[in-house]
């Protein structure tokens, strides 16, 4: 972002003496030790500061709106892209060399080559009858007090709502699933073949055990380590790197909100965002660790001995 903000939002003509006296109220002219140390200072308060492009706005306000929205979509995506990704792995597993595998992972090689972007821009005009913007239609009359539209609407029995929030989130959740569906269902297959293989498998297929409980009861549940794991990282990167699909949908999340920074030279805004971001990232690691922890007792006995 090689530019003067304060240049770009007063513009080019600005007299000279305008823009030192707007960078010396901000601290801008401050060493950067010091302009460290106040920012570190007004984090430890909960201040993200001011965005300066849109004349004051508090950066901690517009986050409490745009974080709901980009939740509400990663998680509609990804409870499009998990069921579907572990059936089309399991299955590509269990008929591995042959036509279902060689289907399911030709689709999940294209689901990873397309770009977002043109896929979100194929399902607008071959759905041209389906919302293609926004959390809600304009003009949306509601009660609710929190930016969790779908949640909210559910729990509280706002059935219309609720309906319209599904709607709107159809086309861009599923763009959005493409690349973790297809990467979920490629883990699974793997993981699925290298405990297919093992020794206690063949005796229980030797023994007359039915495939849908060897695979319900032996297989997957031991496969399903590797799966979380991908499952952690793909939310945290659809819940972090949004920003294609939010800006082609026109969705009011996260990924929008910094590209209209970065459009408009808005380096408080930019850098909170990126704050955030990081701070998510960790925390959805921290939680598959302590995950991990818990559902395998390999990893508890690892950290005894």
Same mark, same amino acid.
């Given at each position: 972002?090689?530019?003067? /903000?304060?240049?770009?939002?007063?513009?080019?003509?600005?007299?000279?003496?305008?823009?030192?006296?707007?960078?010396?109220?901000?601290?801008?002219?401050?060493?950067?030790?010091?302009?460290?140390?106040?920012?570190? =200072?007004? *984090?430890?308060? =909960?201040?993200?500061?001011?965005?300066?492009?849109?004349?004051?706005?508090?950066?901690?306000?517009?986050?409490?709106?745009?974080?709901?929205?980009?939740?509400?979509?990663? #998680?509609?995506?990804?409870?499009?892209?998990?069921? *579907? =990704?572990?059936?089309?792995?399991?299955?590509?597993?269990?008929?591995?060399?042959?036509?279902?595998?060689?289907?399911?992972?030709?689709?999940?090689?294209?689901? #990873?080559?397309?770009?977002?972007?043109?896929?979100?821009?194929?399902?607008?005009?071959?759905?041209?009858?389906?919302?293609?913007?926004?959390?809600? /239609?304009?003009?949306?009359?509601?009660?609710?007090?929190?930016?969790?539209?779908?949640?909210?609407?559910?729990?509280?029995?706002?059935?219309?709502?609720?309906?319209?929030?599904?709607?709107?989130?159809?086309?861009?959740?599923?763009?959005?699933?493409?690349?973790?569906?297809?990467?979920?269902?490629?883990?699974?297959?793997?993981?699925?073949?290298?405990?297919?293989?093992?020794?206690? *498998?063949?005796?229980?297929?030797?023994?007359?055990?039915?495939?849908?409980?060897?695979?319900?009861?032996?297989?997957? /549940?031991?496969?399903?380590?590797?799966?979380?794991?991908?499952?952690?990282?793909?939310?945290?990167?659809?819940?972090?790197?949004?920003?294609?699909?939010?800006?082609?949908?026109?969705?009011?999340?996260?990924?929008?909100? #910094?590209?209209?920074?970065?459009?408009?030279?808005?380096?408080?805004?930019?850098?909170?965002?990126?704050?955030?971001?990081?701070?998510?990232?960790?925390?959805?690691?921290?939680?598959?660790?302590? *995950?991990?922890?818990?559902?395998? /007792?390999?990893?508890?006995?690892?950290?005894?001995?």
């Amino acid at each position: 972002m090689p530019a003067n /903000p304060v240049i770009a939002q007063f513009g080019q003509h600005a007299v000279p003496e305008k823009i030192e006296l707007e960078m010396a109220e901000r601290g801008w002219n401050d060493p950067i030790w010091k302009q460290a140390i106040r920012f570190v =200072g007004q *984090l430890a308060q =909960g201040n993200l500061g001011e965005s300066f492009a849109r004349h004051g706005e508090k950066i901690s306000t517009r986050l409490s709106h745009a974080v709901p929205a980009t939740i509400e979509l990663a #998680v509609a995506a990804m409870m499009i892209a998990v069921p *579907l =990704g572990i059936s089309i792995g399991i299955v590509a597993a269990l008929w591995r060399n042959r036509w279902p595998d060689w289907i399911s992972m030709g689709l999940a090689l294209i689901g #990873v080559s397309v770009p977002v972007f043109f896929l979100a821009i194929c399902l607008i005009v071959l759905f041209p009858n389906m919302p293609s913007g926004f959390r809600l /239609p304009p003009g949306t009359q509601h009660s609710m007090s929190t930016d969790f539209y779908f949640l909210e609407s559910l729990f509280t029995g706002q059935w219309s709502i609720t309906a319209k929030c599904i709607r709107h989130l159809i086309l861009p959740a599923t763009a959005l699933a493409t690349i973790p569906l297809a990467v979920i269902s490629r883990i699974t297959r793997n993981s699925m073949l290298e405990v297919l293989d093992s020794d206690y *498998l063949r005796t229980a297929r030797a023994k007359g055990a039915s495939l849908f409980r060897m695979v319900l009861r032996h297989a997957f /549940p031991n496969a399903s380590l590797s799966v979380m794991n991908i499952v952690g990282f793909q939310l945290g990167m659809l819940l972090t790197g949004a920003i294609l699909t939010e800006t082609v949908f026109n969705w009011p999340g996260l990924g929008r909100y #910094v590209v209209d920074a970065i459009r408009d030279y808005d380096y408080a805004v930019v850098q909170a965002c990126a704050l955030v971001i990081s701070a998510i990232f960790v925390t959805l690691n921290l939680v598959l660790d302590v *995950l991990f922890l818990v559902l395998d /007792p390999r990893l508890r006995e690892g950290n005894r001995s």
